[in-house]
């Protein structure tokens, strides 16, 4: 995982020790070495992350960090306070000030890249919906941004099966305005959400008649909750427990003896993100719905992949991303063997195949015809073949028979006579439906949109030529041959 991390701190010593330590990591690190100038670093560098030192000459990090989160340039950027100081006040005066985290020096190296890496997934989540807010903006169908979500009324559940300890969380979040619920083990608590519609869950780690880590991963792997936030409590002599459950996937701890205010605090800045990426997934869901969805496959449409895309590319500085067009192979005989309505068929059944085989925040559009695209933020050649890779071979396993509304037909009798097609096309007689796909990657093949599908759409003619049903990386396929 690469990202960009700006280290705000006045001392050189402590600035160049934690850029050793990400650097060793594979960041990108910029620092400032005060408030004003960490603001407008961060307006025009967009860094993924910011670590902010409290303790600074003239406007110290509670004021900075106030100025970053009211800036809509930059309230989207996770920050993450480090200071000396370490009483519960100060953690709470800055995550009040809008602050993800607050870390005391001298900062333990696994607990600050737990934190990283954390928030920067995290992030680049948020950026996606906010680039396809931004989008739909732009298209003209959506209303201006709203003010950030009132937390009070979000539904919390409580997993502790200890009465006193579960009984001092909800009365502390009880007096944010929240309703909680509480669970005493995995049982009641999967009942619960699947029940109720949950923005947050609280689960501590000294619940004894099962593994408590066992059981924050079952609710995040379970439909109902894999995308509600997780805070974990727990003691000191658990913090190795801790950082396994966000390897696991929570999104925040708090370690006990329990303060009140910081709980309150860590709870209201979870729910508020959650909160504003429901928004966003609503507004966004509503406004494509109304006039870039593709009817027939449900997929974003040509025109808002253009824009989407455009937007991306437009970001300074220019993001990393992989782009990949898919072309169903042979697509005219099954239209021609079997009409047009087969064809829609064929279409809509890869249509969900590759949907049910990319990540959350990556874009799938139908491109037009049989042919698709798929946008993938953050992803360099290796990982954009590997993934291009595994949706060519999802969609060769699916039996294009069923498809075609022809159940009792066998896959032996549906070879390339029943296609139309000639009997030499013998890998789609084993293969009756499969893709071809080109990939593109930002940077390294081109540098605007237009190149970005130019290349893949080259990487793809490629890989027909050379058969069919394979993928075709942008840079092989000018290497083997310069003057496409």
Known sequence: MTARILIVDDIPANTRLLEAKLAAE???????????????????????????????????????????KDDPATLHIPVVMVTALGEATERVVGLDAGADDFLSKPVEYTTLMSRVRSLIRLKRM??????????????????????????????????????????????????????????????????????????????????????????????R????????????????????????????????????????????ARARNQIRRKLYQDRLRADLGEAIELAVTDPLTGLYNRRYLTRHLQ????????PHLALMLIDVDFFKAVNDAHGHAAGDRVLRAVAEVLRANIRAFDTLARYGGEEFVVIMPGAGPDQAAA??????????????????????LGMQALGTQALGMPAEN???????????????????????????????????????????????????????DPAA
């Open 426 to 480: 013998t890998p789609m007689a084993a293969h009756p439906l499969t893709v071809s796909i080109g990939v593109g990657v930002s940077g390294q093949d081109a540098d605007t949109a237009e190149e970005l599908i130019a290349v893949s759409d080259g990487a793809l003619y490629a890989a027909k030529r050379a058969g069919r049903n394979r993928v075709e990386l942008a840079r092989d396929a000018l290497e083997a």
């Open 26 to 68: 594979y960041f990108q690190v910029a620092s400032a070495r005060e408030g004003a100038e960490a603001l407008e670093l961060a307006r025009h560098w967009q860094p993924d992350l910011i670590l902010l030192d409290v303790m600074m000459p003239g406007m110290d990090g509670f004021e900075c960090c106030r100025r970053l």
């Open 126 to 219: 948020l950026d996606e919906w906010r680039a396809r807010a931004e989008t739909v903006r732009a298209l003209g169908l959506s209303a201006q941004p709203l003010p950030p979500p009132s937390v009070s009324g979000a539904r919390v559940l409580v997993v502790d099966d200890w009465d006193g300890e579960a009984t001092t969380i909800r009365a502390a979040l009880a007096e944010e305005g929240l309703t909680c619920l509480r669970a005493r083990d995995g049982i009641e608590a999967m009942a619960l959400a699947a029940a109720n519609p949950l923005d947050l869950i609280v689960v501590s780690l000294g619940i004894t008649e099962e593994d408590p880590l066992a059981l924050a991963s079952g609710l």
């Open 387 to 408: 993934a291009a890779e595994r949706l060519r071979l999802a969609v060769a396993e699916l039996p294009l028979a069923p498809v075609l509304g022809m159940p009792g």
């Open 221 to 264: 792997a379970a439909d109902a909750t894999h995308a509600v936030p997780q805070l974990l409590i727990g003691d000191i002599a658990e913090r190795e427990r801790l950082q396994r459950g966000f390897e696991l996937g929570a999104n925040d701890w708090l370690l006990l003896p329990l303060d009140p205010h910081e709980l309150r």
């Open 311 to 318: 937007s991306l590319m437009d970001q300074s500085p220019p």
